[in-house]
């Protein structure tokens, strides 16, 4: 052989001998198994480290993962170490793996096998993270009213925050009331470091009580460092009334008051011989009505037809009730009462009563006289509404021309509803009288009686009333409103005692004269406190006590406070009830809305609907009053003892009223709380940081809460 063939040979075979490693070479390139990208992180904090590895999908366990962990430099080196494990179950696309104790900053390197099986072979996954503090959420701050009605959702605030400043974290966030979820839950996303805000709108907490709210946080991914600040807690006072003190409903009471009979020291009056007034006068002060009405009678006190040759005798009487009514230290006004005669010669008249007025104020010192009205619910007699406008412009021109215009003021007209009458409606009287008339008046008033088993029509006639001066009168026409007279009837007939109209209480097999009753003094001191509720200036109840105007005694006038001689004067319960109202408010005052109030409270539907009139229903009712330095009075009562008469066998009404001012003690004056008609005190109430007081009540009885002391 040639050697130039041996080199070719030997070039040939190392030919040969590469590319035939070269493809075995590339066959075993092939069969090495495919390697990707890992994506970890490792969290660490005061339980040790973990490290996440999210796996590839369809990746139900890893045949083996190697962790090699390196610490940072000039740490401590003994955390450099290698972890092997097989069989790494993963779970919802996670595997965890449990590093230990490990500071953060240290580096983590990991290797994940897995088996593939098409085709059949082992996929290696390479990836490496930086350790860093686990997230760790918490409940910053939960911002909510410290007090609400029970009848107004509110809303919730939560400032929810992550402190470790190197990791974000998903998490669920609920509110809760006890165990009970009060609001959605809400999934939020917070930044490394980060905070934000979560609103839950419209939380309805209905149960007045006081209300602990706690906002959690869960199922933080990843996650927490520490789960002990995951929840914080708030107070809400949750009541079922709350002062809005912004809601201003009279400038300046007028005040509260009752009719004093002019002629109780009068012939008429037929006065027990030997019996003292001083009992009876002792006691009509000591009420100590705010305003008082008090009657003037032009024949019987100015022998105006002839026919009343003692009428000296009564005008003294008429003038010792005046000084009587000063002496309350009441505000009066005198009523001209009968218009049969005034309406033919209005001019004389008048200029009589004022006459009447001047001799009150400047002869005998009765200052008090600041009111004064011509006729008693002229609507219901045969007065013309032309004849009215006369009248009452005599008045007007006659006290102008005295100098005692401003002295006193002229209320009117002291309407009756006189429905069955279209042309003597309060309506159609009231229109006129607003629009031709109020350059003259300073003050409106009606008059209001209902049955005491026909509640609806105090409810009814009160709203009614209201809504014609306030709603039916131009803006420019109204004024301030009185309700002048009202009070409650009874019915004539009872068991076997003799038919007196308006007179008894059936529900008492004794058959009492109304007046008597609890239930009479319940209703009543209700028709003040709904009057307040809707805005009236003031009230006056018929009548303060026995006696006798210018009829005889049958049929009596049955709506005493104080009852006849005979019996030695006695305090009835609507004397103590009234007390109540006239001792714990004070004219000038402001009246305040207390909430909930809504279409329900004020609404005038037909009369006598279901036996009803109006869309509202049995409730407590209450009336704010707030004097210029921080005085304050709450009178309420529940009208679900509207028909009691004795002690309610039920539990007390519970009573929460919010808006009041915080760590203030009030006095409780309770009427009629153990049934037997009269007051009870020394009780107190003390409001809490938010300004909430919360005490109860009979179902039977009434309260005043008020900062006024009481006795």
Not at 19 to 45: D, F, H, K, N, Y
Request: charged content about 20%.
């Amino acid at each position: 052989m040639r050697i130039v063939d041996t080199l070719w040979l030997r070039a040939a075979l190392l030919a040969c001998m590469v590319i035939a490693c070269g493809a075995a070479g590339a066959a075993r390139a092939a069969e090495q198994p495919p390697t990707s990208v890992l994506e970890l992180s490792a969290l660490t904090g005061p339980k040790g480290a973990d490290l996440y590895i999210d796996a590839p999908a369809g990746t139900a366990a890893f045949e083996h993962v190697q962790v090699q962990i390196r610490a940072p430099e000039g740490s401590d080196q003994q955390a450099n170490r290698i972890i092997n494990l097989k069989d790494v179950a993963v779970a919802d696309g996670v595997a965890r793996i449990d590093l230990g104790e490990l500071g953060r900053g240290a580096t983590v390197t990991a290797e994940a096998h897995v088996r593939e099986q098409s085709p059949a072979r082992t996929a290696i996954h390479r990836g490496e993270t930086i350790v860093k503090l686990r997230p760790d959420l918490v409940v910053a701050a939960v911002h909510a009213p410290p007090q609400t009605l029970s009848t107004r959702p509110i809303d919730v605030v939560a400032d929810i925050s992550e402190l470790n400043l190197e990791t974000g974290a998903k998490a669920t966030v609920t509110l809760m009331l006890g165990p009970t979820p009060v609001a959605e839950p809400q999934t939020v996303t917070v930044p490394a470091g980060g905070s934000l805000s979560v609103p839950f709108k419209d939380v309805k907490l209905t149960t007045a009580t006081s209300a602990e709210l706690t906002v959690v946080i869960d199922g933080a991914a990843p996650f927490e460092a520490d789960e002990k600040n995951n929840s914080r807690k708030t107070k809400v006072e949750v009541t079922e009334h709350e002062l809005e003190r912004s809601n201003v409903l009279v400038q300046a009471l007028g005040g509260y008051g009752v009719q004093f009979n002019n002629h109780v020291y009068a012939p008429i009056t037929p006065w027990p011989a030997g019996t003292a007034y001083g009992d009876f006068e002792d006691k009509a002060k000591a009420l100590q009505p705010h305003i008082v009405r008090i009657f003037y009678q032009d024949n019987w006190d100015g022998n105006r037809n002839g026919a009343f040759p003692n009428w000296p005798e009564n005008y003294a009487s008429f003038v010792k009730v005046v000084r009587l009514a000063q002496e309350a230290g009441a505000t009066i006004d005198i009523s001209f009462q009968n218009l049969a005669n005034a309406r033919l010669t209005p001019v004389p008249d008048m200029k009589k009563f004022a006459d009447v007025l001047e001799d009150l104020v400047r002869n005998r010192g009765l200052t008090n006289v600041r009111w004064a009205e011509v006729g008693n619910e002229p609507n219901s007699g045969a007065v013309t509404l032309p004849e009215y406008d006369k009248l009452v412009r005599s008045l007007h021109g006659e006290l102008v021309a005295r100098g005692l215009r401003e002295q006193i003021r002229l209320m009117g007209p002291g309407l009756v509803e006189n429905a069955g009458n279209p042309a003597r409606t309060h309506y159609a009287w009231m229109q006129w009288i607003a629009a031709n008339m109020g350059d003259v008046f300073d003050a409106w008033s009606q008059h209001v009686y209902w049955f005491y088993n026909d509640t609806g029509r105090l409810e009814y006639r009160l709203r009614d009333a209201w809504h014609l001066h306030n709603e039916v009168l131009p803006p420019e026409q109204r004024k301030p409103t009185y309700m002048m007279e009202y009070g409650i009837r009874g019915v004539a007939a009872c068991g076997t005692k003799p038919s007196i109209v308006n007179t008894y209480y059936a529900g008492d097999p004794a058959c009492p004269e109304i007046w008597r009753t609890n239930i009479g003094a319940f209703q009543q001191l209700w028709f003040a406190i709904g009057s307040a509720q809707l805005g009236y200036t003031g009230a006056a109840k018929w009548d303060a006590y026995w006696g006798v105007y210018d009829r005889t005694l049958i049929p009596p006038q049955v709506y005493w406070t104080i009852g006849p001689p005979t019996e030695g004067s006695p305090l009835t319960p609507s004397y103590h009830a009234l007390a109540l109202l006239f001792h714990t408010t004070v004219p000038g005052w402001q009246v305040i809305r207390v909430a909930p109030w809504d279409e329900t409270d004020w609404g005038v539907a037909t009369y006598g609907i279901e036996g009803h009139s109006s869309k509202d229903t049995a409730e407590k009712e209450l009336a704010a009053y707030a004097g210029p330095s921080g005085e304050l009075t709450i009178l309420g009562l529940d009208t679900n003892g509207r028909a009691l008469n004795a002690a309610s066998a039920d539990p007390p009404s519970a009573y929460s009223v919010g808006g009041l001012p915080a760590s203030t003690t009030f006095n409780l004056a309770v009427w009629n709380a153990t049934g037997d008609g009269t007051n009870s005190f020394g009780d107190t109430v003390t409001t809490d940081e938010a300004g909430v007081a919360r005490f109860e009540v009979p179902l039977q009885a009434a309260f005043s809460l008020t900062t006024v002391p009481v006795s």
